[in-house]
Nanobody, 125 residues
Framework: QVQLVESGGGWVQPGGSLRVSCAVSGSISGDYVIGWFRQAPEKEREGVACISSRDGMTYYGDSVKGRFTISRDNVKNTVYLQMNNLKPEDTAVYYC??????????????????WGQGTQVTVSS
């Protein structure tokens, strides 16, 4: 059973930075992709960024390009999302997820097999 645990959320002022983490445990089959998604109240879940286990290739949603960076630490089995120049519209619950048995980078939530419980990020003054 694959488990994902997010941490590092909190409150930050506009223009500030925050890093959230996703600790992954359990056995994942084949190549896989780890993605970050977010969901604000009364909005659909949105793909933020993802990273491939095979070659570290990354992909970002348009709303975060140039501001967010996804990275991984294979020793710690942890994926990070560094968020800079945060805006109030970045406020949401942030989830990490695993898309198993694929080398294909894709940011569509329905492809992902395992999900964490989420961590709240609030950007306000």
């Amino acid at each position: 059973q694959v488990q994902l645990v997010e941490s590092g959320g909190g409150w930050v002022q506009p223009g500030g930075s925050l890093r959230v983490s996703c600790a992954v445990s359990g056995s994942i089959s084949g190549d896989y992709v780890i993605g970050w998604f977010r969901q604000a109240p009364e909005k659909e879940r949105e793909g933020v960024a993802c990273i491939s286990s095979r070659d570290g290739m990354t992909y970002y949603g348009d709303s975060v390009k140039g501001r967010f960076t996804i990275s991984r630490d294979n020793v710690k089995n942890t994926v990070y999302l560094q968020m800079n120049n945060l805006k109030p519209e970045d406020t949401a619950v942030y989830y990490c997820a695993v898309d198993e048995n694929t080398p294909v980078i894709r940011l569509r939530s329905w492809y992902y097999d395992y999900w964490g419980q989420g961590t709240q990020v609030t950007v306000s003054s």
